[in-house]
């Protein structure tokens, strides 16, 4: 997804021995906040240009819940989709949105890169399709009768939350931005769920 910025990225535990990987607490109130700390944290043990993210699911008849709290409400996949349709059970709002916050952190030029992104859609009754991980089983993107999981990775890379947010401070790299923040959204909407 950052490709046309030229980027050469090193997946962060490869870099690392197992004891000097960093223990960051994801205790911010937002997004950004925790992207953030993940961010200066490995820029702190690898000395080097740092890209972090942090994502969540949130759904408006849930108060916009799970949010930041999105992996956190289940210990696993399937207990989080269970958790979530337990909450819809017979509610009819089921606008949903992902969102993700990329955080780039450059420790030489003490510059930071904010990029959001927000996928909105709505939540199916049960889950469907073999691909994507978390609750793409359950999330029908604005514009498509499927969910992430039966749209499979081909077109997740080009719609999701990340895929924008990427996109978003792929552009900025390109342009040689520093300290700025972007919030991008799919503009493509089929009225299945509005606001």
């Known amino acids: 997804m950052l490709a046309p910025a030229e980027v050469d990225l090193l997946f962060g535990p490869d870099t690392l021995s197992r004891g ?4 960051v607490v994801e ?7 925790n992207s953030m700390k993940k961010a200066l944290a490995w820029s702190r043990s690898l000395g080097m240009p740092v890209l972090a993210d942090d994502s969540g699911l949130e759904v408006r008849s849930l108060g916009w819940a ?13 207990g989080r989709i269970d958790w979530l349709l337990e909450r819809l059970e017979g509610v009819a709002d089921r606008c949903a ?3 993700a916050v990329l955080a780039f952190f450059d420790a030489d030029r003490r510059e930071w890169l904010l990029a959001e992104g927000v996928c909105p859609g709505s939540i199916s ?5 073999g691909s994507g991980f978390g609750y793409d089983p359950v999330f029908v993107p604005e514009g498509y009768e499927k969910t992430l999981a039966a749209l499979g990775p081909d077109v997740k890379s080009k719609i999701s939350h990340r895929a924008i947010a990427a996109g978003a401070l792929s552009r900025m790299l390109e342009k040689g931005c520093m300290v700025e923040y972007v919030f991008v959204s799919r503009k493509e ?7």
């Not at 009754?125 to 399709?129: D, K, L």
């Not at 909407?189 to 606001?195: D, F, H, K, Q």
């Open 20 to 23: 000097l990987v960093p223990d």
């Open 189 to 195: 909407s089929s009225g299945r769920c509005s606001g």
């Open 27 to 33: 205790n911010a109130p937002s997004y950004a906040g």
């Open 97 to 99: 949105r992902f969102v």
């Open 125 to 129: 009754g049960e889950p469907s399709g």
């Open 66 to 78: 799970p949010g930041i709290m999105s992996a956190r409400v289940a210990p696993d996949d399937r």
